[in-house]
Nanobody, 126 residues
Framework: QLQLVESGGGLVQPGGSLRLSCAVSGRTLDYYAIAWFRQAPGKEREGLSCISKWGGATDYLGSVKGRFTMSRDSAKNTVYLQMNSLKPEDTAVYYC???????????????????WGQGTQVTVSS
């Protein structure tokens, strides 16, 4: 049974940085496309970044490209989301998700993923 556990959220001032982690257990993450999503109160879940199986392809939401960087450490079975230049509108619960059905690609739609972590809160405020 694949499990995803996010960590690293918290309160940060505008312009600050955070690095989120998504620890994967139960199977090596290389067999999965992994994505980061966020959901703010009253809004739909939004795809931020994704990486395909074996890391061959990546994609980013336009509004976070250049500020957010996704990476994976296969040895630690962990995926990261480095977030820089944070803005108040980045405040949300952040989730990682996995899919083993995506071959050679990843997608930013939540419908593409069937395994989810519990989420970690990120609050950007002065």
């Amino acid at each position: 049974q694949l499990q995803l556990v996010e960590s690293g959220g918290g309160l940060v001032q505008p312009g600050g940085s955070l690095r989120l982690s998504c620890a994967v257990s139960g199977r090596t993450l290389d067999y999965y496309a992994i994505a980061w999503f966020r959901q703010a109160p009253g809004k739909e879940r939004e795809g931020l970044s994704c990486i395909s199986k074996w890391g061959g392809a990546t994609d980013y939401l336009g509004s976070v490209k250049g500020r957010f960087t996704m990476s994976r450490d296969s040895a630690k079975n962990t995926v990261y989301l480095q977030m820089n230049s944070l803005k108040p509108e980045d405040t949300a619960v952040y989730y990682c998700a996995a899919a083993d059905s995506l071959i050679g690609i990843c997608v930013l739609s939540p419908r593409g993923y069937d395994k989810w972590g519990q989420g970690t809160q990120v609050t950007v405020s002065s």
